[in-house]
């Protein structure tokens, strides 16, 4: 309970003028993520006796369709620009610098990530030692850290904050026209011009277009009349552009599939985050009503303090109980998805991930609180910003991208990978590195 009392104490100093509703939707979001995360993933125990890693969206096609709810990343980069254009505005007040503003953002968003890629290095170490197949630990390794992506994109989303935010400003909002733009001129080019490589530009396009909605929403120029018609017009064009188009109607990359929405984004992934905007905004008096409950709230409050943790260990959880099931001779694992046998055992398989992942919370959970937080007297320098955050990024996409796990060299680690993070934290003044370094 003492962590329900915090919360609980948190909730109720709250101001008044904080709007609940971004909060919860910031909880929510995460939440949904690891719920669909959990439950697309399906391995089984195959006629031969091996592990097949199964996909649930490959073997129901149906399920595609319930990506539509549970790919809310859109959700949590609208309320990041919400919170984004917020806290800018009131460091412009404060005549503050976008040195520390920024600083301090990749600081609440990192801090939490050191701690899974240290562990998962030290697995994939030892794993190579014993003599652990190296293809084995790569999936493991790879699964457990999928997560991290999100976080090199939204940060130099949120790098660019100021400068989007001016341009909205300036141009009235219609600098989301243009971003909006933009990502159709990419999709076309990729899939009516047949251009190589240019889709990436859609990580940037697709992402700032959703960010520049949460600076509408936060400026009141979204009403809930008007997010109820951006609902209705969304949800036809999705299904104009996945059943009749080009696009897959999943909202995440299924195996086999020629094209994913997800990676890079496509514009079908953007329609679906304006959307899911355009729901949220004609709700909103609904949730605010209901997070004027104070349990609710403190729920609220509770979640959001250790939202990054759930996030980046979830998958961890699933990757333990997935070996504990396959060491126990395969307990569980030879139901085929998708059967009402597989259907009805998910309660329990989730109350074991949850189980696993409790503790999991309580070591970590800390990061996320700004332990070893950096007192910065001065800004830092914005060459040395720009070196830090990029290292930072290039270091999380890798992670996603090749796995820190290497099928070469005798360590069974890409070092530089793992290094990159840690060396570009440092630049921007704070982690071990930094502290190291310092003390």
């Not at 920024?102 to 030892?126: E, G, H, K």
């Not at 999936?139 to 997560?147: G, Q």
């Not at 992402?207 to 120029?221: E, M, P, S, V």
């Amino acid at each position: 309970m003492g962590l329900w009392n915090k919360a609980k104490s948190l909730a109720e100093q709250a101001p008044p003028e904080r709007n609940r509703y971004v909060d919860f939707l910031r909880a929510l979001s995460i939440l949904a993520v690891v719920v669909g995360h959990w439950l697309v993933a399906a391995p089984y125990i195959g006629v031969d006796g091996e592990v097949v890693g199964g996909h649930l969206l490959g073997i129901l096609p149906w399920t595609q369709w319930l990506t539509w709810g549970f790919q809310v990343m859109p959700i949590f980069f609208l309320v990041g620009g919400y919170s984004n254009g917020v806290s800018w505005a009131s460091t412009r007040t404060k005549n503050g610098h976008y040195s520390d503003w920024f600083a301090s953002r990749i600081q609440r968003l990192i801090n939490p990530v050191f701690p899974v890629l240290l562990v998962w290095a030290a697995f994939a170490f030892i794993a190579t030692q014993v003599g652990m197949a190296r293809e084995t630990v790569r999936m493991a390794v790879f699964l457990a850290l999928i997560p991290v992506w999100f976080l090199s994109v939204y940060l130099l989303v949120t790098a660019l904050a100021p400068l989007t935010w001016k341009l909205w400003e300036k141009t009235g909002g219609w600098s989301t026209a243009l971003f909006l733009l933009a990502a159709v001129a990419v999709d076309w080019l990729t899939f009516e011009r047949g251009v190589p490589y240019i889709n990436f530009l859609n990580f940037l396009f697709v992402w700032l277009t959703i960010h520049d909605l949460g600076y509408a929403w936060q400026k009141g120029k979204m009403t809930p009349a008007i997010g109820l018609k951006m609902f209705a017009i969304s949800l036809g064009l999705l299904i104009y552009m996945t059943v009749f188009g080009v696009y897959p109607i999943a909202m995440i990359g299924v195996p086999g599939a020629d094209i994913s929405n997800s990676m890079p984004p496509t514009l079908a992934l953007l329609v679906l985050g304006m959307m899911q905007t355009g729901l949220v905004v004609a709700v909103e008096p609904w949730g605010r009503k209901l997070l004027d409950n104070l349990s609710v709230w403190t729920a609220t409050v509770l979640m959001n303090g250790m939202i990054m943790t759930v996030y980046l260990w979830h998958l961890t959880s699933y990757v333990l109980v997935m070996v504990a099931a396959w060491l126990s001779g395969g307990v569980g694992l030879r139901v085929m998805p998708g059967t009402a046998e597989w259907w009805w055992s998910r309660p329990v398989w989730f109350a074991l991930y949850i189980a696993v992942l409790l503790p999991l919370i309580a070591i970590f959970a800390r990061y996320e609180r700004g332990m070893g937080a950096a007192k910065r007297e001065t800004p830092v320098p914005h060459l040395r910003l720009v070196i830090g955050m990029i290292a930072i990024c290039v270091g999380l996409a890798m992670t996603a991208a090749i796995s820190i796990a290497s099928p070469e060299g005798v360590t069974g680690v890409r070092l530089w990978v793992v290094a990159l993070p840690f060396v570009g934290a440092a630049l921007v003044g704070f982690g071990p590195v930094y502290r190291w370094v310092n003390s």
